[in-house]
């Protein structure tokens, strides 16, 4: 992919090596020429930032606790667009930025204005917008936007120091993760979609457990403490902004097993806004309906506690919903396929795209459940959304080109 | 029978094994749903290194500490924050080990045309 973003510039004969014969060289050929989207000019013309590839990325949002563009749910997004994503080579090896060929994910805790040490002294934790740097972002995520390339600061997790910063270049995809993408109102106005993974307190407990408990010096009670003392800034701070996103994925417990506690099998509800531009909610045989299904029956045997369904339109913070909601775990590949067969709207490109992709990372966390469906989903969503903002961008410098 | 906190790795290193060439399909599927349930936790996997798992356990002192002398300020909260932002790096650390460790899909990264690392999707 040839990506002409010549910066810092004064020539306008920057290098802009275009490869191959397509007809999306065509499109940049026109914009250079018209010269209505090249870049700001300023002065004397000596910052004059030309981007004479059509990589104005489409931005995505996506708020998520704890877990930094290494978390399954960018692995699959990530997947579903093809390839996968790395940090990137030869940069700073505490990176917390993911690349791939078509998406670049990048972590929002890189823009703190507080280091560890400066938090502790200050007494706030991360979730709180005073130890994030919200000016930094936005203008980032705009330059990004408009196509060119910024040098991010990198926030080391492991020191807990602001390292040295890395560029990034634009890229088709490009992702926002972390604590806040939608807490501030311009950056909130930049996404194309918005994502908000939102987790209850045991579920949350419960995974806590699993992932700390072999950890030297954890016990229950300092996880349990740990999601106390978080828990007031995070209903502050991180919970208001599942009003503001397109999706919301939520994660339960399971209602098939009585007095379940161990959190193993999971109630997941996808619950997607209506009238959000270029997205189309998936549903369940009739839209706009409310459905029950259990798919479980003559045709298809599973094992307890078999998976249950449920799909209907509902009102969310004021806003018009569909929510569609899967309990249970999938046991059998043939499970999912027959699942996949009878839900609608999914923009898949060939029957049994879901199921593959769900194959293909059969190994990840939630790939038996609803939260590696819904994922899944929401990935092939944003694809189907970028697809057809690269349409509509290609229909207007051609009716441009013909006046 | 194998403990609830099953190993994720074993599973996956065993279909690895049985399947020439390596078919992706079906190669985790089945094991991966039975046992664990979809939570990825390797109780016999790679731990933490120790530069890591020592700055854990010490915020974890640290922690409650602070919290002792004064509950719910904002020093208390920041503390544990710090533990949880450290939990989570180990974890990180944790599964980049844990990709790290079949010599075989590191090769394959890198060449994946050659003959042992082709993959037949159909």
């Known amino acids: ?403 | 029978m194998a403990s609830t906190v099953a190993s994720l790795s074993t599973p996956a290193t065993f279909a690895a094994a049985d399947v020439l060439p390596r078919k992706v399909v079906g190669r985790v599927w089945f094991p991966v749903a039975r046992r664990s349930g979809g939570f990825a936790v390797s109780s016999s996997g790679p731990t933490t290194p120790p530069e890591i798992s020592d700055k854990v356990s010490e915020s974890i002192k640290k922690a409650e500490e602070t919290c002792a002398d004064e509950k719910g300020t904002g020093e208390c909260a920041a503390a544990w924050d710090e533990v949880e932002e450290l939990s989570a790096a180990a974890s990180h650390a944790r599964d980049k080990l844990k990709e790290n460790n079949d010599p075989l899909e590191n090769y394959c990264k890198e060449n994946p045309e050659t003959d042992e690392c082709r993959t037949y999707d159909n």
């Open chain 1, 1 to 403: 992919m040839a990506i002409c973003s010549a910066h810092t510039t004064t020539s306008l004969h920057s290098p802009c090596t275009t490869v191959s014969n397509t007809g999306f060289r065509q499109k940049q050929v026109i914009f250079f020429t018209s010269n209505r989207r090249s870049g700001r000019r300023h002065g004397g013309a000596r910052t004059f930032q030309v981007s004479c590839s059509v990589e104005k990325p489409v931005v995505i949002g996506l708020a998520a606790d704890s877990g930094c563009g290494k978390s399954t749910f960018m692995r699959r997004l990530t997947s579903v667009f093809g390839g996968a994503a790395e940090p990137p080579k030869g940069g700073n090896p505490d990176s917390n930025t993911l690349i791939s060929d078509t998406t670049t994910v990048i972590c929002l805790d890189d823009y703190h204005s507080l280091d560890r040490t400066g938090r502790k002294e200050k007494g706030v934790t991360a979730l709180d917008p005073r130890a994030n740097n919200f000016d930094l972002m936005y203008e980032q995520v705009k330059a990004i936007k408009e196509g060119q390339t910024i040098e991010k600061p990198i926030y080391n997790h492991v020191t807990g120091l602001l390292d040295p910063p890395e560029v990034i270049t634009p890229p088709k995809i490009f992702v926002i993760e972390g604590l806040h993408p939608m807490f501030d109102e311009r950056v909130r106005d930049l996404l194309d979609f918005s994502i908000y993974l939102d987790i209850s307190d045991d579920v949350k407990f419960a995974w806590k457990i699993q992932r700390d408990m072999a950890e030297r010096g954890h016990s229950l009670e300092s996880i349990k403490a740990s999601i106390e003392a978080r828990k007031p800034d995070f209903d502050a701070y991180i919970d208001p902004q599942k009003q503001y996103a397109d999706a919301v994925i939520e994660v339960l417990p399971t209602q098939l097993i009585p007095d379940d506690n161990e959190g193993k099998v999971l109630r997941v509800k996808l619950i997607m806004k209506e009238g959000v531009k270029r997205f189309n909610p998936v549903y369940l045989f009739d839209e706009g309906s409310s459905i029950t299904w259990v798919p479980c029956g003559r045709k298809l045997t599973c094992s307890y506690p078999g998976i249950k369904f449920a799909y209907g339109p509902d009102s969310y913070f004021g806003h018009e919903v569909s929510v569609l909601e899967m309990d249970g775990q999938f046991d059998r590949l043939d499970e999912l396929i027959y699942v996949e067969s009878h839900l609608s709207n999914l923009s898949t490109k060939f029957y049994g795209e879901v199921t593959q992709q769900m194959l293909k990372h059969a190994d990840f966390p939630g790939s038996n459940n609803g939260t590696g469906l819904f994922q899944t989903i929401v990935g092939l969503k944003i694809r189907d959304l970028y697809e057809q903002i690269v349409a509509e961008r290609a229909g207007a410098p051609a009716e441009a080109a013909k006046v």
